[in-house]
Each structure stands twice: as C-alpha cells, then as structure tokens.
C-alpha cells in the first residue's frame, strides 16, 4: 500500500469529511503531494543516466591503444577541451582524455572511473580520475557571450562620451542558471560510464590540471581495474 493510501484509509477518510470546508481541502491537498512522489520515485535498479559517447569504429582511431586481458583499452587526449555530443566546451583546471575500450562480441566489462589515473611528465605522483561532478563548476561554452547591457551602454554614453571608463571594473558576468544546467548535463552525458557495461563503450576521463598544455612533454593513461593492467603512452 502507498503512503498515500495508507493516509487515507476508509476511516480517515469519513473523519477528513467531517472537518470544516477550509481544514478539509489542506489535508487531502497534503495526501495528495504524498502520492504523487510515491508514483515516481526510481528504484534502486534504475540505470544510471551516464551514457558516454558514441565509440569511434575502431580502436586505432584513437592516439593510442594497450591490451588489458581481452579488453583494448584506447585514449585520445583532448587537453582542456571538454569534446561533448552537443559541442565542444572547456575547463582551465582539468585534462580531458576520450577514452574508448573494445572487446569480443557480446564482450562486458565493469567500469569505474577510479581504475584510471595520468602521469605527466614522468612524474611519480599520479593525477587520479576525478568524478564529473567536480568538473561541472569550471566548465564554461567559448560560444556562449552575455547579453549587451543597454544600462550600461548608456550610462558610458552619456558620461564619457562613448567612451569606457577604464577606473571602472567590468561587472562579473553570471551565466544564466538554464546554460549552466545545460552545460553540466553535456558533460554528464559525455563522461565515461560505471558500472557493468557493454562493449564497446567509450567517454570521458577527467583529471585535475590547471597548468598549460603546452608544458606538458610526455603524459601516460594508466588502467588498474578489472579487465587487467594498461599503460597508454598519449601525445600531449
């Protein structure tokens, strides 16, 4: 039985009858908003809305490719570009590798982000993957612009003669609460699915650097999960 149901019962329901006209109406509004959760609330099966992208066709289409058991594992790095299916968006304080992994017909693997981390520059401390959800904030659309401020143009207008007042500080740019819902949904969709999936299945893979692509000299993808043990050398 519903929570709803359970609220109103046969008999609660004669004694909700019998109250004033006014108290009658809040108390079978308050049933209601009970129910309608109850109706839609997922099971805890309900698969995970992390569809990653479409694998490319092979794995050689990538940069580069290493064998983990039965399982080709194949990376591609994208830098601080966040490559999504509804274009392309950026982050300043992660990498981003596009990863793909491909085996046998009816093949699957159980897939977590933490079975992989990045070596840069040779560097003993390993960059582990991090959850997309921390990278969501630093995302920004390099096409998105805010809208013209026709207070502001005005007020530059009249005061300084067309003029910008360069004592002034531009105001901070807000982005709409619809784009950034928008943007984190891409990078969602985009990122490398969990769980037990089926080949071949490919992503994102997120990881925590701020400094410049261009300083980077050598970079390797390292796998350590349940296919095996991999190492990609990427190209920066």
Request: glycine share 14%; charged share 20%; proline share 5%.
């Given at each position: 039985m519903s929570p709803g149901h359970q609220i109103l019962d046969c008999a609660s329901f004669l004694g909700v009858m019998r109250l004033p006209i006014a108290l009658r109406a809040s108390v079978l509004m308050a049933a209601a908003c009970v129910c309608v959760p109850a109706q839609n609330t997922p099971g805890t099966n309900a698969p995970s809305e992390t569809k990653g992208l479409p694998p490319r066709a092979a794995p050689g289409d990538y940069q580069a490719q290493a064998h983990a058991g039965t399982v080709t594992i194949a990376a591609e790095f994208a830098g601080h570009s966040v490559?999504?299916?509804?274009?392309?968006?950026?982050?300043?304080?992660?990498?981003?590798?596009?990863?793909?992994?491909?085996?046998?017909?009816?093949?699957?693997?159980?897939?977590?982000?933490?079975?992989?981390?990045?070596?840069?520059?040779?560097?003993?401390?390993?960059?582990?993957?991090q959850p997309y959800g921390l990278v969501i904030a630093s995302v920004k659309d390099p096409e998105w612009e805010p809208p013209a401020s026709t207070s502001s143009k005005s007020k530059t207008s009249l005061n300084t003669g067309g003029k910008s007042d360069t004592n002034e500080p531009p105001p901070p740019v807000k982005i709409p609460i619809e784009v950034q819902r928008a943007m984190a949904q891409h990078v969602q969709k985009a990122s490398l699915p969990e769980g037990d999936r089926a080949l071949p299945v490919a992503g994102l893979l997120f990881f925590r650097y701020g400094g410049k692509t261009k300083n980077i000299r050598s970079?390797?993808?390292?796998?350590?999960?349940?296919?095996?043990?991999?190492?990609l050398a990427l190209q920066p």
């Open positions: 490559p999504t299916l509804e274009g392309t968006l950026s982050t300043e304080d992660y990498v981003v590798v596009e990863t793909g992994l491909f085996g046998s017909p009816g093949g699957r693997i159980k897939l977590s982000s933490d079975e992989f981390s990045l070596r840069i520059n040779g560097n003993k401390t390993l960059l582990p993957s970079m390797e993808l390292i796998y350590a999960g349940s296919a095996g043990d991999a190492t």
